[in-house]
């Protein structure tokens, strides 16, 4: 159940990411009241894991907010529902796996276009890290 909202969640926000650089904040209010609803249903997660998880998404809006949004308040936003989801440790490799794939982009895309400013959505790194721990996950793996 958890797997497809999160598929879903960052499938449609990814979109809107990558054409828009903005996420709708509806979106990321209906998911996160599925994932408190799986939580309360389910139990997939212990609560002290669950909020681990959320923890790390305020750290992030909190990083957020310091930094002017170097990383969106939106992004910040979903890896908070993110931590409904998914609980602490895997919340927090999700997190550590996506801006590993976005650093490297990144880097590429600036020394292909020699423009250090360049802005790119975060949330198709997501999708991306998401869909590498879901397969590691099927294959016998130790995350989700």
């Known amino acids: 159940m958890e797997t497809i909202g999160l598929a879903c969640l960052y499938g449609l926000t990814a979109m809107d990411d990558l054409k828009t650089k903005q996420v709708r904040v509806i979106e990321i209010i209906i998911f996160g009241i599925l994932g408190i ?12 894991s669950v909020l681990g998880g959320v923890g790390i998404g305020l750290l992030t809006i909190l990083f957020s907010y310091i930094s002017k949004e170097k990383i969106g308040m939106g992004d910040a936003y979903i890896i908070t529902v993110t931590g409904l989801y998914l609980g602490f440790i895997d919340t927090a490799v999700l997190l550590w796996l996506s801006s590993l794939l976005a650093a490297v982009t990144g880097l590429v895309l600036i020394r292909k276009y020699d423009n250090p400013k360049m802005e790119i959505p975060f949330v198709p790194f997501l999708l991306i890290a998401y869909i ?3 397969l590691i996950h099927i294959l016998g793996g130790i995350v989700l």
Request: proline letters at 7%.
């Open 37 to 48: 609803m799986i939580n309360i249903i389910y139990r997939p997660h212990s609560l002290i």
């Open 132 to 134: 590498i721990m879901y």
